[in-house]
């Protein structure tokens, strides 16, 4: 069965800093990856998706996550966080063929004004 | 708005009693999921509906009784609940290729319900 692994399950910045969160991957063949995101006391919502074409995607609010199919790795990075960017984050992978996706166990990001 | 909206948003009940958590999306998806998030767990998928019909259930207790009488409306009905089953229950959608040909696979979420038994 697919797994996503996200390793980092908390994670604490001050403003301004860079941040990347990593996720991992286990299905071999094609696979389309997402990043959400729970901001406190609101709904999970998108934040990008890869689906094909350029590796690197971008999202909202300034975050960009890179499909590393060698690695099995959909990173998800800022160059510079801010406050409003404290959240869970969740990682999710759809194999080839499926419509239900498979979620990280999530990451809670910090960050101090 | 999130298009996917969900009643009530907070539920307390005793372990005796028989209630339902409503699930609404308004975004044409075919379809709809259950989860619950427990604090330090990952996401658990309970159930899956596509075009009604019920295509997933993660070995999920029975006291816990989905129900989806069309492609826009999702129950979860809940009965003789254990306390470990206090959590948020959140409703997705999303569009499988189905009848379309377009699928978006990206999954909408409600707000949750915030459940807890006593």
């Known amino acids: 069965a697919q797994s996503v692994s996200q390793h980092n399950h908390h994670v604490i910045l001050s403003e301004a800093a860079s941040l990347e969160l990593g996720c991992n991957y286990s299905?071999?063949?094609?696979?389309?990856l997402f990043w959400y995101v729970q901001y406190p006391g609101q709904h999970l919502q998108l934040l990008l998706k890869y689906f094909s074409g350029d590796p690197l995607v971008k999202g909202i609010k300034g975050f960009e996550a890179e499909f590393i199919k060698s690695k099995f790795s959909f990173n998800l990075r800022k160059p510079s966080v801010q406050w409003s960017d404290t959240a869970e984050y969740f990682c999710a992978a759809l194999s080839g063929g499926s419509y239900i996706p498979t979620f990280g166990r999530g990451t809670s990001l910090i960050v101090h004004p | 708005e999130t298009g996917v909206t969900q009643t009530p948003r907070h539920l307390v009940m005793g372990m005796t009693n028989k209630k339902s958590l409503k699930c609404e999306q308004h975004?044409?998806?075919?379809?709809m999921y259950w989860y619950k998030q427990s604090a330090k767990k990952p996401l658990e998928l309970m159930f899956v509906y596509n075009f009604k019909e019920q295509t997933e259930n993660n070995s999920v207790p029975s006291r816990f009784s989905p129900e989806c009488p069309n492609s826009s409306h999702l129950f979860l009905h809940l009965h003789t609940l254990q306390p470990e089953d206090s959590a948020l229950y959140l409703c997705?959608?999303?569009?499988?290729?189905?009848?379309?040909?377009?699928?978006?696979?990206?999954?909408?979420f409600g707000p949750g319900t915030r459940l807890t038994v006593t």
């Open positions: 975004l044409g998806h075919n379809a």
């Open positions: 997705a959608s999303s569009q499988d290729a189905g009848t379309s040909g377009y699928p978006s696979y990206e999954q909408y």
């Open positions: 299905y071999g063949g094609t696979v389309n």
